[in-house]
């Protein structure tokens, strides 16, 4: 079964430098997504992506996050400049068809971000 | 602003028996998905079942059944014949029909007693 991929599953970075966690989503998914997991908390939504535009976004997603398709298979998340609270597990996503059609998130097995 | 609450953050099941997890939520809406997913240790997130807003009838996937209350906005899980392969945190999260944000709740953890 297809399944969405990510990498590197542990990035260890240092306050103030940048980051990128890589996603690979599966081939015919359209909607893709970024969602964050603080450790002992809940998942939260960052960013949803369609049609190489970002679609929702949520209040932590500020300026010093981004989101990129740079070719057909990759969708990746960058952190410009990290803070000790963006150490969490990051989790990529993808839909074929948007929620509303009820086609149901795919997620990947996440990227544990520790920032020291 | 829509919210998911799980009361508990903590259940415990004997092996073979039936657990029941507990989500409410809170929205105005009328059109809208539910759903639960299981995170195992290895932290991948699994979708277990999902639930239409505009159907009265309760899903079911084999041994998980949900109990949907749309007037309480009650939506609890139910598993049948638990196995140790159950254990993980669960997740229950709602999202409007015409949007792309789900809603998580803090989520429940389950250890399943042998």
């Known amino acids: 079964e297809p399944e969405v991929t990510q990498t590197p599953s542990h990035q260890v970075t240092q306050m103030g430098q940048e980051v990128i966690l890589r996603c690979v989503p599966i081939?015919?998914?359209?909607?893709f997504y970024w969602y964050r997991q603080i450790l002992g908390q809940k998942v939260e939504f960052l960013v949803s992506f369609y049609n190489n535009e970002i679609s929702e976004k949520s209040e932590i997603f500020d300026d010093q996050f981004s989101v990129e398709r740079p070719d057909g298979s990759n969708f990746t998340l960058k952190i410009r400049s990290t803070k000790l609270e963006d150490s969490a597990m990051y989790f990529c996503?993808?839909?074929?068809?948007?929620?509303?059609?009820?086609?149901?998130?795919?997620f990947g097995n996440g990227t544990r971000l520790t920032v020291t | 602003a829509q919210t998911v609450t799980q009361s508990q953050p903590e259940m415990s099941v004997q092996e073979a028996e039936t657990v029941t997890l507990s989500c409410t939520y809170d929205t105005s809406e009328s059109d809208y998905y539910l759903f639960w997913y299981k995170q195992p240790p290895s932290r991948q997130m699994i979708l277990v079942i999902r639930q239409e807003a505009y159907k009265q009838q309760n899903a079911t996937e084999n041994r998980f059944s949900v109990n949907f209350q749309k007037a309480a906005k009650s939506f609890s899980l139910k598993i049948s014949d638990s196995q140790l392969g159950d254990a993980a945190m669960y997740f229950c999260a709602y999202i409007r029909r015409g949007t792309n944000q789900f809603y998580f709740g803090t989520g429940t953890s389950l250890t399943v007693i042998p």
């Open positions: 081939s015919n998914h359209l909607y």
């Open positions: 996503a993808s839909s074929e068809e948007g929620p509303s059609r009820r086609s149901p998130l795919h």
